[in-house]
DNA sequence: AATGAATGAGAGTTCATTCAT
DNA sequence: GATGAATGAACTCTCATTCAT
């Protein structure tokens, strides 16, 4: 149902003058869901620009119309799914709940199974394709502030352990999300709902405030 | 350096024909060698047998001589990997020393820049080749076994906290380092060595014994 | 000709791209006719889609991108030329006249030195390509059906023998031919027309009504 | 079991001296086993000296040094076959048995699945090696003449029509049967042993004398 | 704006042949 | 006499990209 430009992208009751725009954008997001759907089934390595316009009902001049080359679309497709992620955690980073952040987190999982596929396929791409590389880099660095911060809230207010550092912690526990993200794909049944809340529980339980120390 | 057989002082290096001295697991293992190296600098998604040859100073014909089809050539280098492993980790096994074990790992690093960026390209890719998917769910099994026997040992030994299973534990741990692996290759300066000895200090505070639960 | 877009005026034939006028099942039996003339001039085992290509005055990967693969291109191939073949004894079938059908398939030759050439490689390789097998088995029975029905008809006119059922009699004629068109490629200078014609000649003799048996 | 040669080349108790002659014979005759059978089983397209040599037990090299090349391996191929061929044929040649003869060639097929199907592979592909077509012209102008003299024979004693001329009757009824081979691997259920009784059963009938017709 | 025919390079793979051993 | 490592060209097929329409 690619071309349904039903929707005015400004929602004009009466105007609606010449060629809607939005269009534009909308098939963009339309042919990146293929690509995404296409890397998580055949892995980046095959997948190529004809399966991603067929599998989103286009052809193939279509695709390379909407994005100039191959690099172009995947970087569009990193940074439509980090925008997606900081989306979601957008409610945990207000609150500066550590908690629910591994939650949201676990959310993605649950909520759409390419998900963590696609990451880690980008992912380990990336070395291989700067731009590609620069957005990850950026991204990732966003998120680790954010972590970080987060981190340093929960132990200023006594309710994570403060003999690491935040920064320290944060590294290590992004670390233990990316090992899982890899490794999910790849043996889904070590991750079924019930043992990834175990191992949330662990962490928290991991991070959890040493008695005897620190102090207020 | 396969062409071991005297070429002719002086003389162009002419083609290579006929039955040469060499040794049938040494020029494999020299091709693996260079299999690594292109997979290292271009990505699994753009090695090709041709660059390998190359690399290798062999043709093409020569690689598919000694390594029927690609998938063997690639699961042949896994395994190689995975033996170097192994016994890179022996002496941490035979003594069960958890630091012992983390400083190993980490040395894998330090001794041999190659050794993560290929691991991760072949365990990214593992998901679309069953043959290299099933090496790695082996070898992953074996050791994680292993890690957790070690962590158990550490557990009844009151060198390792207690409030959280020694499996779990184990899968936490190794996510991490699965995850350092991953963005080792892509963030580099962010782990140079004493930044990696800190993160291995934390993990190691991470695990230890809680004052003031369990014990003997 | 495949090149039909205005080439600039004594300007140098550029290599074509982009969307020309031509028409796609014309493009494709201008492909069919390469392949079926690479097939008689160098035979099934060492005829390439290259060859091919070449022949047609196109690149490798327009061929590829009017016939997925080559066991497609074969089977059209053979599927055309029965298509030919059909249309060619129509007149036969209608007037159900047993003469009519032994010239009409003589002209084959005398209209197409290729055709049987390209038959006898395309049946001789059906044994190994599933699909091409089927193709020619049904073209095969619908033919040898037809062929009996016209004899049977004779026979019960009283113009051929009857001492032979038509359903054999069609599997011997018809094994001549196919074994006439074996070897015709072969030693060419056995079949020339006159011959040949004697040769039917002979056949009619072969099959005509026998005195003093049956008969009305 | 190609390497038996226990008996060390020096070491005959009391005949047999210096190496086994013979040997050299032997072995290429085992080898031209090896690839009729792989030309019966892949066809002429797909047959490659290394699957011979694998299907022999030979090394890759032993083939080539057997054989010059791939041309010199099939056209000795085709000049053993056509040695038994006409062998088996030898009895009918003796008694002039028109008779014998098709009965014997009959059970060319019986007796050995794989004869017919590497014939019609090597006459198929003779057009397109020279040497091949040369000794298979050869060959079958000698069957021609033999067959020729048969049927000459059974004209002058009566027994069979001579409104045909000796020379085209063979002609016509060495068509059938080449037309047979070719389309016997392709349809095999199309010819059991009951079916082939009848078609030969009905060449002697189309053959045999027509009452009123002809002298004495 | 969008198409899809066509390119041309490069992929994995096979192969007959050569030749030092 | 026999081996089997190695070559190098050719094979089928895939692909990102271009561009006349």
Same mark, same amino acid.
């Given at each position: 149902m690619p071309k349904t430009n039903a929707s005015?992208?400004?929602?004009?009751?009466?105007?609606?003058?010449?060629?809607?725009?939005?269009?534009?954008?909308?098939?963009?997001?339309?042919?990146?869901?293929?690509?995404?759907?296409?890397?998580?089934?055949?892995?980046?390595?095959?997948?190529?620009?004809?399966?991603?316009?067929?599998?989103?009902?286009?052809?193939?001049?279509?695709?390379?119309?909407?994005?100039?080359?191959?690099?172009?679309?995947?970087?569009?497709?990193?940074?439509?799914?980090?925008?997606?992620?900081?989306?979601?955690?957008?409610?945990? @980073?207000?609150?500066?709940?550590?908690? *629910? =952040?591994?939650? +949201?987190?676990? #959310? /993605?999982?649950? &909520?759409?199974?390419?998900?963590?596929?696609?990451?880690?396929?980008?992912?380990?791409?990336?070395?291989?394709?700067?731009?590609?590389?620069?957005?990850?880099?950026?991204?990732?660095?966003?998120?680790?502030?954010?972590?970080?911060?987060?981190?340093?809230?929960g132990q200023a207010q006594g309710t994570i @352990?403060?003999?690491?550092?935040?920064? *320290? =912690?944060?590294? +290590?526990?992004? #670390? /233990?999300?990316? &090992?899982?993200?890899?490794?999910?794909?790849?043996?889904?049944?070590?991750?079924?709902?019930?043992?990834?809340?175990?191992?949330?529980?662990?962490?928290?339980?991991?991070?959890?405030?040493?008695?005897?120390?620190?102090?207020?």
């Open positions: 005015p992208p400004g929602g004009e009751p009466v105007a609606q003058r010449g060629r809607p725009a939005g269009d534009h954008a909308a098939k963009r997001a339309e042919i990146l869901k293929a690509a995404a759907s296409v890397i998580a089934e055949d892995g980046y390595a095959k997948a190529s620009l004809r399966k991603v316009a067929e599998r989103a009902g286009y052809t193939t001049g279509a695709v390379t119309y909407y994005f100039a080359n191959k690099e172009e679309l995947v970087t569009a497709l990193a940074e439509s799914r980090f925008d997606r992620y900081d989306a979601m955690l957008e409610p945990a @980073r207000a609150k500066a709940d550590i908690k *629910l =952040l591994y939650e +949201q987190w676990l #959310a /993605m999982t649950t &909520g759409d199974p390419e998900y963590w596929p696609v990451m880690s396929q980008l992912l380990t791409h990336a070395r291989y394709e700067p731009a590609l590389a620069s957005i990850i880099e950026q991204r990732y660095a966003r998120y680790h502030r954010l972590h970080t911060k987060i981190l340093e809230a @352990r403060d003999d690491i550092p935040a920064d *320290l =912690l944060a590294d +290590q526990l992004a #670390a /233990m999300g990316d &090992g899982w993200m890899m490794m999910f794909p790849f043996e889904p049944e070590r991750f079924d709902p019930s043992r990834v809340e175990a191992l949330i529980d662990a962490v928290l339980t991991l991070i959890a405030p040493i008695p005897g120390t620190s102090g207020s």
